[in-house]
């Protein structure tokens, strides 16, 4: 599984010999490279990413300012010229500080620190995503406390930006985690995602109507890319 890089950095030389250092490991893939901060949100916003080649001294944004930005946080190694910013730097959880100019060695060194803590997060989230079949349930992280949340419990989930709202009968969880992120958690034959904002538990279903699912007295947009292929899954348990 190769590792999917952006490179966010102003100078064009520091871009192509991360490109052309790169090009040496197999499994690192530069999908993107960046001026500055605010065409590297964007990017972020719109593909995955799983590590970072930040500098820091950029225009309209410093590396570290935008990395502060961020709710949920790429791998970072930070490429810069400057070493007053590396115990910042650190205390941001990055993998590496890389003080240009840096030899493939060193890169090579930094990337592999990189390496190993994304096969260890992709292990964890592989753990998880099997016992989903097995337990009836997963726990949340919210309000500085981990809840234990069963999948009878949900009726929907709502996607908030960065954050998502967990819909229960009697309560409602707000908690730091992408739709696809839950999505994946989620039993594949309880749950629906019906909008880019809405994830449903089938069995919640109380109507339909037009381009609306009612699910507790709430009315939920069904979108349009998702509309035919839930139709099609609806039509499985109609009767005629």
């Known amino acids: 599984m190769a590792i999917k890089a952006l490179?966010?950095?102003?100078?064009?030389?520091?871009?192509?010999?991360?490109?052309?250092?790169?090009?040496?490991?197999?499994?690192?893939?530069?999908?993107?490279?960046?001026n500055d901060a605010i065409c590297a949100q964007k990017f972020i916003h719109e593909n995955e990413v799983d590590l970072l080649f930040l500098d820091i001294n950029m225009p309209k944004l410093s590396g570290i300012s935008f990395l502060k930005t961020l709710n949920r946080r790429p791998l970072v190694i930070f490429t810069t010229a400057y070493s007053e910013y590396a115990l910042e730097a650190y205390d941001l959880n990055a993998i590496d500080y890389l003080k240009k100019p840096f030899s493939f060695e060193r890169f090579f060194k930094a990337f592999s620190r990189a390496e190993e803590l994304f096969l260890l997060k992709n292990k964890q989230t592989t753990t998880a995503e099997s016992n989903k079949d097995v337990n009836d349930f997963l726990f949340i992280k919210a309000n500085k406390k981990?809840?234990?949340?069963?999948?009878?419990?949900?009726?929907?989930?709502?996607?908030?930006?960065?954050?998502?709202?967990?819909?229960l009968n009697t309560e409602k969880i707000v908690t730091n985690l992408?739709?696809?992120?839950?999505?994946?958690?989620l039993p594949e034959d309880q749950f629906y995602r019906t909008h880019k904002s809405f994830i449903i538990a089938v069995d919640k279903i109380e109507s339909l109507e037009g381009n609306m699912v009612s699910i507790s007295g709430e009315k939920l947009?069904?979108?349009?890319?998702?509309?035919?292929?839930?139709?099609?899954?609806?039509?499985?348990?109609?009767?005629?």
């Open 221 to 240: 947009p069904i979108g349009n890319s998702y509309r035919s292929d839930f139709f099609d899954y609806v039509k499985r348990f109609t009767a005629d």
């Open 146 to 167: 981990t809840i234990k949340v069963k999948f009878s419990d949900i009726f929907y989930i709502e996607g908030l930006g960065d954050y998502i709202k967990i819909h």
């Open 178 to 185: 992408s739709m696809k992120k839950i999505f994946s958690l």
């Open 7 to 34: 490179i966010i950095d102003d100078e064009p030389l520091a871009q192509n010999v991360i490109k052309q250092y790169a090009q040496k490991i197999p499994f690192l893939e530069i999908t993107g490279a960046c």
